[in-house]
DNA sequence: TTGAAAGCGCTAACAT
DNA sequence: ATGTTAGCGCTTTCAA
């Protein structure tokens, strides 16, 4: 066991137990031989500073809580790997719990934290229903980062940190892009427009038809709330049977990820229609589908890193105390990653 | 703040702190009476127990550690999951850290555990320089899983819990089924033979190769330390080069993950060669890659699912005590998916 | 069954 | 600059 606690040090040096500590920490107000005598001890010894202990007089933990809604989806484990790596280097551990969006769980979870007294969060809520969960826990000194989600409304002074995607500006590139080509029916195949991602998407979306002055009728909209093999179904309807409302079948469509991406291109096959002669398509998101696919599929990419060290550096900032005036919004570009999948539509 | 401790619901219950202790644990040598009053008053002002406070008492933290070389790998990233999710309902909570595979890293986030008195641990160790730690914490109290590596060496009377996966009757099962296509030169691209799982993979894949009583120079291997983009060289060099030391070019591949996958799918494009026809594949790991490329791959593929919860379920046994004679080590089966991208080889 | 008291290992006043 | 002391919130002897 652990059994050597600054108590031994503080034997083996021969100074008091204050001492040791105040040694091992700030070493302010120490003189350079009991700095040194008990450094020797405690290395000698082989001693480890006891964090429960810690954290029971300073009411912090070294522990950073980090909430999101499924940590295998590949979006967010890239987040949280990176989130993870920054925040090992400043010394803290991140505890990570999954919630599928369930409010409850969310909760549940919060309280298991503060249980255990974390210094921070990083949280991506399912939906607002916790707002106040969220809001309780940073009154009471928690720091919270909100990950790419709806940040906290503006509570008077404080502004909550949020590090958030351009999805919108995302969405407009994308569209722009196919009506430069000359595509005129475009399909986005998102998820529901609960979230923020998908609402910015669909907002970006309308905006780039709206800025083109065409036919906003175009602009069709295929909302998915699960994205297992719906996608497929939902693709081949918008292919065989002339698109949304008999508007007419759209020449390009715009796909989330990789399960709804994978649908489309299905039947796109299924449908006779090839990629891009007959149909052009854009992956929201760079997957490892949308890279190797033949042909490559032209995606909407944004750094999950960035996203991850983001968060941590927002959430380390407010941890150092540096709160005040500093930066607290992080907004991250998303860029259009031209590949094979796009072509101008055969009939205009 | 958590305000509100024990201490306030002795107070509000009218009883002694060690009542209140006791009738919120086990409620074991309390009356009827002050169980409820103390219940009642606890709800009443919202108590929440503090870990921390706890932790120091009992030497237990209710945390769980996991260590894996990369949080973000899909393969760990759900095994992961799976895990949270069982040790959540158990109350645990889980810290996570990525390695890279790094021994120094490994042991710096055991010391870290350590000093936060974390119950147990699910690792996945990158090599074996640091059975010792392992052993030590082990030792020192810590519940320990290996999770698809080398379990440690007996220790005499002890055998430490592992969960591993049975890869070599999975490379078995999938070599025996192309030399039963009639493939006669076979090439494995696998992950280098360091851990066990690709060990044991090269084991099965030659071990097919002997029980077929087949010329075992058709079996070229191909092993990558690091999987980026250079199994597409490799494979490109396979396929055209005539393969391994001019054994003529393999008709089917074996290739790990959807990075090399994906190399070689590619440099079959590449190459004018088409999948079945020129070329079999199969995918080792069943990723959304291998599912939903055109055509299907023929995949190998083992629940990461049931890992996780097989490690948990470990785990779990270990902390509540059922050490002794209890199962301690799990073999989980690996499955040959038959899809479309296997076909006999065009010249026997 | 219940309460009083000790103490887990550490930090932070407070003296000196 | 250094030592002494008092807790952080909880569990757990030990008496009663």
Redesign the interface.
């Known amino acids: ?2 059994a050597v606690t600054i108590r031994d040090v503080a034997q083996a040096a021969g100074v008091s137990l204050s001492s040791v500590s105040r040694a091992l920490n700030g070493g302010k107000h120490v003189s350079a031989r009991i700095a040194r005598d008990v450094a020797a001890a405690a290395d000698r010894l082989g001693y ?6 810690r ?2 007089r300073t ?1 912090t ?3 950073v809580g980090c909430l999101v809604s ?5 979006l967010n ?2 987040i ?2 990176a989130a ?2 920054r925040l ?1 280097d400043a010394g803290y ?6 919630t599928g969006n369930d409010p409850a769980r969310e909760r549940t979870a919060a ?7 974390l210094d921070g969060l990083l949280v991506a809520p399912g939906s607002n229903a916790n707002a106040k969960t969220w809001r309780d826990l940073g009154a ?2 928690t720091a919270l980062v909100i990950v790419d989600r709806d940040p906290l409304e503006e509570d008077g002074d404080v502004s909550w940190p949020a590090v958030l995607v351009d999805h919108r500006a995302g969405a407009m590139a994308a569209t722009r892009y196919l009506i430069g080509l000359g595509h005129r029916r475009i399909a986005l195949l998102t998820a529901d427009a609960e979230m923020r991602p998908s609402r910015e998407r669909i907002a970006g979306f309308q905006e780039a038809f709206a800025e083109a002055g065409i036919d906003p009728a175009g602009a069709q909209l295929c909302l998915q709330s699960s994205p297992m093999d719906f996608a497929h179904g939902d693709a081949l309807a918008l292919l065989r049977d002339g698109g949304l409302h008999g508007s007419g079948r759209p020449t390009a469509i715009v796909a989330l990820g ?2 709804i991406l ?1 649908g489309v ?2 039947a796109a ?1 299924d449908s006779g229609l090839s990629v891009p002669d007959d149909l052009s398509v854009v992956s929201v998101g760079d ?3 949308a ?4 042909p490559a599929i032209t995606a909407l990419r944004w750094s999950l890193e960035d996203v991850g060290r983001a968060a941590a550096e927002l959430l380390l900032q407010r941890l150092r105390g540096d709160a005040g005036q500093t930066q607290n919004r992080a907004l991250l570009p998303v860029d259009l990653v031209l590949r094979d999948s796009c072509a101008p539509p055969k009939t205009i």
Not at 48 to 53: E, L, M, S
Not at 291 to 294: K, L, Q
């Open positions: 066991m652990s480890q500073p006891d964090f429960t202990a954290s029971l009411r933990s070294g522990m499924d940590i295998a989806n590949p484990a890239t949280v790997r993870e790596a090992r551990l991140l505890v990570v719990a999954s309280i298991a934290f503060r249980g255990r007294r009471a000194g990789t399960r994978a291109l299905r096959r997957t490892d589908l890279a190797v696919h033949t």
